[in-house]
């Protein structure tokens, strides 16, 4: 069980905008930002988000995220088929000195 | 172009010892730090170790500490994992990843990964 938690699945609709909940604690997204993974089928991961809403080149700004205290929301606007997807959070964290993995969430376009 | 390759994986027998590799190149391997990530087969993403740029500082995950070792050698660009006393539940496909600096320990750049099988 993940120290950081998001729902195992979501759905949405092409076109849509779905959002990815991560809730933390204080000591991990309470105190450092969030970055954010996207892993297609069979494929490694890909950076998403980084440093406070942050996009590497080739990342459509369909992607954001947003934190509130110790959680965070990543959250894909203009749904497309393409987005079908694991998504996970990850940050460092203060008191174990790790890098923390959400569990992952699947998205799955209707 | 930028990119790192893993290699050193396979099947070993538990309580044995491997040695995984993550060359890199395309970019100055020296100014970066560098991660160890796991993933079991059908499970999720597993934080596993890191290095700092210079070698000076090294973290791992819980449940590797005293097993595993992470160094790196900047004159040939290359990270290593030294997985000593491995279990079946260290089954899982090997990613390395490059973390930049001042990225908030974010992985830009992720290898294709490599594969160990922990079975008798």
């Known amino acids: 069980q993940s120290v950081l938690t998001q729902p195992p699945s979501a759905s949405g609709t092409p076109g849509q905008r779905v959002t990815i909940s991560c809730s933390g604690s204080?000591?991990?997204?309470?105190?450092?930002?969030v970055n954010w993974y996207q892993q297609l089928p069979g494929t490694a991961p890909k950076l998403l988000i980084y440093?406070?809403?942050q996009r590497p080149s080739g990342v459509p700004d369909r992607f954001s995220d947003s934190k509130t205290g110790t959680s965070a929301s990543l959250a894909i606007s203009g749904l497309q088929s393409e987005d079908e997807a694991d998504y996970y959070c990850?940050?460092?964290?203060?008191?174990?000195?790790?890098?923390?993995f959400g569990g992952g969430t699947k998205l799955t376009v209707l | 172009q930028v990119q790192l390759v893993e290699s050193g994986g396979g099947v070993v027998q538990p309580g044995r010892s491997l040695r995984l590799s993550c060359a890199a190149s395309?970019?100055?391997?020296?100014?970066?730090?560098m991660h160890w990530v796991r993933q079991a087969p059908g499970k999720g993403l597993e934080w596993v170790a890191f290095?700092?740029?210079?070698?000076?500082?090294?973290h791992y995950t819980d449940s590797v500490k005293g097993r595993f070792s992470i160094s790196r050698d900047n004159s040939k660009n290359t990270v290593y994992l030294q997985m000593d006393s491995l279990r079946g539940d260290d089954t899982a496909v090997y990613y390395c990843?490059?973390?930049?600096?001042?990225?908030?320990?974010?992985?830009?750049?992720w290898g294709q990964g490599t594969t160990v099988i922990v079975s008798s």
């Open positions: 990843g490059r973390d930049p600096p001042a990225s908030g320990f974010a992985l830009d750049v």
């Open positions: 204080s000591s991990n997204i309470g105190s450092n930002t």
């Open positions: 990850a940050v460092w964290d203060e008191s174990l000195k790790s890098v923390l």
């Open positions: 290095i700092w740029f210079d070698g000076s500082e090294k």
């Open positions: 395309g970019f100055t391997f020296s100014t970066h730090a």
């Open positions: 440093n406070n809403n």
